[in-house]
């Protein structure tokens, strides 16, 4: 069974390592130190497509150092599933390798990454094993050792285009087509371009000419690939568009993804079939009708757009609403190939504790947290009383400074005194106000300013200070305690209306979040939570290294429901979880009391699950869904309601736990070390379990009894200092 973040093993310390931190993969020494020697590498693949090829990767040179530009592409053997090659490996050294499914534009510079095999344990060649052979038995691509995994790629060269159909988005005005059921397929489809009037071999004339003349002024986008997912079908994955495309039903969403490299230059022709009411088996639809959508109308990130459905006799049909959301990779950040914790989780580790906000909210008509949410003091405290989590809300400032803040309007005062007037308050959209003026300025939460009642806090302490960047989170906090950021997004609701208008471009508000995390999260626990599913979608598709939960308020009475069906139910939000290789679910705790079969019904997708709501304040609850098998409770005042008896994160105990097992194998080597000089393995505040295990394995010499390394073990303490 995989495990997601856990520290008990310490082979696994390698693979936890931050982006920015420096440590060489193979077993700390340079691959150029040992001869090469020949490894014959194979696996059966199913089901590729056009242009894909099978590729290894690995963690030495030779194998690209995990970066999947460098992959090495197989050969295909005689028109078979088989894919093979022989490469040279450095010789008397571990090497760890993946499989991958990659479209190839250019070699060593320009890869798309298919799917690949997304173990937190990659396969592994130890430094004595003997290459196979090819009457070998092939490896299957996805199966490692008693596991299976593959996940979709990530965002590297290319842009996604998602075209979503939902709420009833078809009218059609001709009655015949009155109750019919309306088959839709989406196809990219490349313009091209203008002359240039560069002249043109005869061979590159003559195939513009018949390209033009047989596809009507359209060639189809290289490397496209075109999919489609229903929220509401037995199988709600992305698949390949049957022939005469995806039926829509009422209270349905579509989902068509297309994967281009240029936008620019492809546009999508929407094609309508309609079954004729006395249709017999094997007959086709009739083709009603189509539309263009064109490049020119994707210019914003994202967006709503109603097109004209024209007939085949070029005669007004009817027309389609489509909204869409345009993905692309991030321009400043690459990810590697060397980890992926995207959808691994101790299925057996239940009943977290998560700090809602920290400690709390504090800004409540009832029961409030006394310590400022969304703090650092906030956060510190619930970490102080034994939270394995910590959840908190992220946005931007106006100068594109991801910062630690719940609501998007704060009110503010240019009089610093405790008794304000009704005209004192202003109340202003948190995106525009920047980093400095949100720090300097007299700030009040929206509540304080609609009351008249400001609450007063520590505020001239500087952990109780609102809006601390998340950067400043990221480094002060102790690194055993895991982090939920809750990324904030508008959202519309029922009636039309929105949380927020005019948000940030949705490609750069993610880009500046992300970054952050992907270069200071280090070794943290990390985990990615919004209401929004297209933020869900898009975090995914972004980076390949941390998880992402879909929060859902589900069937609320006391919340109001949003527009769009991924949101309405606790199955529609399984359903689109597994739609995008998501983790799993942060439920509305309404939700589970009202039926608390629905905890098993999201473990039974294979998906993990957090709580969260007001009723988890009262510790009969807390106990009540911890009983129902929850990974995680997200509920306020931990310091009040946690019944832990030692105030520590699990990830504090298990990562000393790991460390004394650690000891155990140091201290069973010294004596075939004895003579060897000591050395030292103390890096940060936890201990280097790879740097250590590599002198245990690879040079057989500790040269440390158990009680000298054991000094050196120290834990983090409370005020963040070894």
């Given at each position: ?91 008397k ?64 060269k ?90 829509y ?7 068509f ?34 539309s ?29 609403r ?28 239940a ?16 029961n ?9 003091a ?134 500046t ?87 098993q ?12 709501g007001?009723?988890?304040a ?9 009983e ?52 030292s ?42």
């Open positions: 069974m995989q495990r997601w973040f856990f520290l008990e093993d310490p082979s696994n310390a390698i693979l936890r390592v931050g982006k920015g931190d420096e440590l060489q993969l193979t077993t700390g020494k340079s691959t150029s130190k040992y001869p090469p020697r020949k490894w014959l590498f194979r696996t059966r693949v199913f089901d590729l497509k056009k242009d894909e090829v099978v590729c290894v990767i690995g963690n030495v040179p030779e194998l690209g150092s995990w970066q999947p530009e460098k992959c090495i592409a197989l050969d295909q053997e005689d028109e078979t599933d088989i894919w093979s090659k022989t490469v040279m490996i450095p010789d050294v571990n090497v760890q390798y993946r499989y991958c499914v990659c479209v190839i534009i250019e070699s060593g510079l320009q890869v798309i990454v298919r799917s690949w095999e997304a173990y937190v344990k990659p396969r592994l060649i130890q430094a004595l094993d003997k290459s196979p052979e090819a009457s070998d038995e092939s490896e299957n691509y996805g199966e490692y050792d008693n596991i299976e995994r593959i996940d979709r790629g990530w965002l590297n290319e842009t996604i285009i998602q075209l979503k159909l939902c709420n009833n988005p078809l009218t059609l005005w001709r009655p015949k087509y009155a109750n019919r059921a309306v088959f839709i397929k989406v196809t990219p489809v490349g313009l091209l371009r203008h002359n240039t009037g560069i002249p043109k071999t005869m061979s590159e004339a003559l195939e513009e000419s018949l390209s033009a003349d047989t596809q009507d002024s359209f060639e189809n986008p290289k490397h496209a690939l075109s999919e489609v997912a229903t929220l509401i079908g037995e199988d709600s994955t992305f698949h390949p568009q049957p022939q005469f495309g995806e039926e039903r009422e209270n349905d969403m579509l989902i993804q297309s994967t281009v490299l240029f936008p620019t230059n492809v546009a999508f022709l929407i094609d309508l079939y309609i079954y004729s009411s006395r249709h017999g088996d094997g007959e086709p639809p009739h083709h009603a009708g189509f263009y959508l064109l490049p020119t109308v994707l210019q914003s990130s994202e967006g709503s757009v109603v097109l004209p459905v024209t007939s085949t006799k070029h005669r007004p049909l009817g027309q389609i489509i909204d869409y959301i345009v993905i692309r990779p991030m321009p400043n950040f690459k990810c590697d190939m060397s980890v992926s914790y995207t959808r691994h989780w101790k299925k057996t580790r009943g977290l504790d998560v700090g809602h906000r920290g400690s709390g909210s504090s800004f409540k008509t009832q409030c947290a006394e310590v400022r949410e969304n703090t650092v906030s956060l510190k405290n619930a970490i102080d009383h034994g939270a394995d989590f910590v959840e908190f809300d992220v946005q931007l400032s106006k100068d594109l400074v991801p910062i630690v803040y719940h609501d998007f309007h704060v009110c503010i005062s240019m009089k610093k005194k405790k008794h304000l007037d009704e005209n004192d308050m202003l109340e202003l959209p948190v995106k525009e106000l920047t980093l400095d003026q949100l720090q300097l300025l007299k700030v009040y939460h929206l509540s304080e300013g609609k009351t008249k009642n400001p609450r007063f806090f520590d505020d001239d302490l500087e952990d109780h200070q609102p809006f601390p960047t998340l950067q400043h989170i990221l480094e002060v906090l102790n690194p055993h305690v895991g982090f939920n950021i809750e990324i904030k997004w508008t959202m519309q609701l029922l009636d039309g209306s929105f949380e927020l208008h005019h948000p940030k471009d949705i490609n750069l508000y993610l880009d979040i992300l970054e952050v995390v992907l270069r200071y999260g280090g070794q943290r626990r990390i985990v990615f939570s919004c209401f929004n599913p297209d933020i869900c979608s898009v975090i995914r598709m972004k980076q390949n290294k941390y998880p992402v939960m879909f929060l859902t308020i589900g069937e609320s009475k006391i919340y109001p429901q949003y527009r769009d069906p991924r949101c309405w139910s606790i199955p529609a939000a399984v359903k689109y979880a597994n739609m995008i290789e998501m983790l799993g679910l942060s439920v509305h705790t309404e939700d589970l009391m009202r039926d608390p079969s629905l905890v019904e999201v473990k039974r997708a294979g998906l993990t699950v957090f709580c969260w007001d009723q988890n009262d510790p009969s609850t807390i106990k009540f869904l911890k129902l098998g929850l990974h995680g409770v997200i509920y306020d005042k931990i310091y009040q309601f946690s019944s832990k008896e030692v105030k520590e994160s699990i990830f504090l105990v298990e990562a000393r736990e790991s460390q004394k097992d650690l000891i155990r194998l140091a201290a069973a080597t010294a004596e075939a070390a004895s003579a060897s000089p000591p050395v393995i103390i890096k940060e505040q936890v201990l280097d379990i790879e740097k250590a295990r590599q002198h245990v394995e690879d040079t057989v010499s500790t040269a440390t009894s158990l009680e000298s390394l054991d000094s050196h073990v120290s834990d983090y303490d409370r005020n963040g200092t070894v």
